[in-house]
């Protein structure tokens, strides 16, 4: 796991972020059926105004109960029209938002395959996790609060503005002149508000990070003693965050203050001004009424848009981050972000040629070959690899610790950059997915929660039981329990069990022809004499089957399956 931080998000700096509408197009949908709801909405308010004013004049002016049944009756309707309304702006939300929460994390997935294992290596996993789990739940708020009220905003107060100045220019013109206020101080809090909840969700991702890190290491810690240290730590960060939410709060609860304190002087304005010129006989109780009845609608929205802001802060900063890593992909490659359509002729290409060894000459089998290839680890370049690995043979990969051994096998599998020359059949391996031709198992096996059949099977759309329990027993684990329950991380198993199921699962996807190259680095570092000598047994009937197998071992056992043996040395430092 890594702590790279690539520091805050750029924002767009906009109510709306267009890149939305970009990666997750069940958002458009949605902003045209909120405009449909947000128009309807407002003519409500303001029938509801009309109805509420001829209402109340009529009862002033002595009208008889029977008269004023039809206009009761078209008030009452309206008032349920409105709770449709709002039910159906609800509605309509958290659908949109279960849609684009699925979109956006599609993407996410597809932007990550797309930029490799070596972008990956240099982020933070916990980091991405948090943002693609609670970070785009938070878009439920912005979606079903933040953005219907944008719409609503932007649709009401333009309307209800006009029907005032329409009815009394004098009121209207006062709304005008004070309605500014509002979005001055949403901008001012909204930057304010923007800068702490983004420095929470940097606390946030922070404790995740160190939390699984803690998790993943305890074992160790435990060992040297230093657990309590470890959990002062998160102790420490999860103070911080516990400061960084209550500020957050308290910015919310100061900006709910100073809106609702501008609207309610503004409202006050408009009030006085109606009151007086109802005194000197300038204005109609009927028009005064309902351009008053009109003012805190025509507020209502700009108010409501501020405080919904908060409420959706967190969701805004999620997206910030998705964004990114999409851009980033799509900065790499215009076409960086696969569609579904696209990945099974990928697949197909692919192993057409890697499949079609029998039909092809000998200079054209799918031969593995490096030329002079160099492997990137941070700053320095690792001394360079060459050899030909084909169908059928056991390349066995030596060397003293730090000469890149581990290196070479990342390099193959994309999560680390090289120079050189790397071809399969002779296509660049840099061209081509990993996951279509490379059956890999790391020194870390890497077991997720579920069952050891599960765990064997991983990626398979269509798992084969008894080819599950073919990959266990070539890798020397067919006394484990195919539906055995793992916990996180592989919990339950001893360190050797665990290798085991690791290279089980490499063979597996061997064995479903899905990869005709198998690399396992150490796969018996864990294993006693017995036990080794029967895995190595069944890694060479692999390679005499037409497996090309390449194998990373400290143990001089391995040379005894080995075709070919490659020497790495590490690189001299210089002084």
């Not at 790279?4 to 059926?33: I, Q």
């Not at 939410?245 to 006050?268: D, H, K, P, Q």
């Not at 071992?553 to 001299?572: F, G, K, N």
């Amino acid at each position: 796991m890594n702590d790279t931080d690539d520091g805050p998000p750029r924002t767009s700096g906009k109510p709306v972020d267009p890149r939305l509408l970009r990666y997750a197009s069940a958002s458009r949908g949605f902003f045209v059926a909120i405009g449909a709801i947000a128009v309807a909405q407002t003519a409500v308010i303001i029938a509801f105004a009309w109805l509420l004013t001829r209402a109340v004049t009529a009862a002033i002016e002595g009208m008889p109960l029977p008269e004023l049944a039809p206009t009761l009756g078209g008030l009452a309707a309206v008032v349920a029209l409105r709770a449709g309304l709002l039910w159906a702006r609800e509605a309509v939300a958290s659908r949109a938002a279960a849609r684009v929460q699925s979109q956006l994390r599609a993407a996410l997935i597809g932007a990550v395959g797309a930029l490799g294992s070596e972008w990956l290596g240099s982020r933070n996993s916990a980091q991405l996790a948090v943002t693609a789990g609670r970070g785009l739940d938070a878009l439920e708020a912005y979606f079903g609060r933040y953005l219907p009220q944008l719409v609503q905003t932007v649709v009401a107060t333009p309307l209800i503005l006009a029907v005032m100045w329409w009815q009394d220019w004098i009121s209207g013109l006062t709304v005008l002149l004070t309605l500014p206020l509002i979005p001055v101080f949403m901008v001012l809090i909204g930057l304010a508000t923007r800068t702490v909840q983004q420095r929470q969700w940097r606390t946030l991702q922070r404790l995740a990070a160190r939390f699984a890190d803690t998790v993943q290491g305890l074992s160790t810690l435990r060992v040297f003693g230093r657990q309590h240290r470890a959990a002062a730590s998160i102790e420490r960060v999860t103070e911080e965050y516990r400061h960084e939410t209550m500020r957050v709060l308290r910015v919310s609860f100061l900006s709910g203050f100073a809106l609702e304190f501008l609207a309610s002087i503004s409202v006050a304005i408009v009030a006085v001004s109606i009151g007086f010129r109802l005194i000197e006989g300038s204005l109609t109780l009927a028009v005064g009424l309902f351009v008053l009845l009109l003012a805190p609608e025509a507020y209502l929205p700009l108010r409501q848009v501020g405080v919904q802001f908060h409420a959706a802060a967190e969701g805004v900063a999620a997206t910030d981050d998705v964004f990114a890593v999409l851009d980033a992909a799509r900065r790499q490659s215009p076409s960086a972000l696969p569609s579904r359509q696209d990945t099974p002729s990928l697949h197909s290409s692919v192993r057409r040629v890697l499949t079609s060894d029998a039909d092809q000459g000998e200079g054209q089998r799918a031969d593995l070959v490096l030329r002079g290839v160099r492997v990137q680890r941070g700053e320095r370049m690792l001394s360079p690899v060459g050899f030909a690995a084909g169908p059928g043979t056991v390349t066995l990969v030596e060397g003293p610790s730090g000469a890149g051994k581990s290196s070479l096998f990342a390099a193959l599998r994309g999560a680390a950059p090289f120079e050189g020359d790397a071809a399969l059949a002779g296509i660049d391996v840099r061209s081509l997915r990993s996951a279509d031709w490379l059956a890999w198992a790391g020194q870390r096996p890497g077991l997720l929660t579920g069952t050891i059949a599960d765990n064997v099977a991983l990626g398979d759309p269509a798992p084969q039981p008894a080819l599950v329990r073919t990959a266990l027993d070539a890798a020397c684990a067919g006394g484990l329990d195919p539906d055995l329950e793992l916990g996180v991380q592989g919990a339950g198993l001893s360190g050797g069990q665990a290798q085991r199921v690791a290279v089980a699962r490499a063979l597996y996807r061997h064995l479903r022809s899905r990869a005709p190259v198998i690399a396992l680095d150490e796969p018996s570092s864990a294993l006693d004499p017995a036990t080794e000598a029967k895995l190595w047994r069944h890694v060479r009937e692999l390679a005499d089957a037409g497996a090309t197998v390449l194998l990373i071992s400290h143990r001089t056992s391995a040379r005894e399956i080995a075709d070919q043996v490659v020497r790495l040395e590490p690189v001299e430092v210089p002084a």
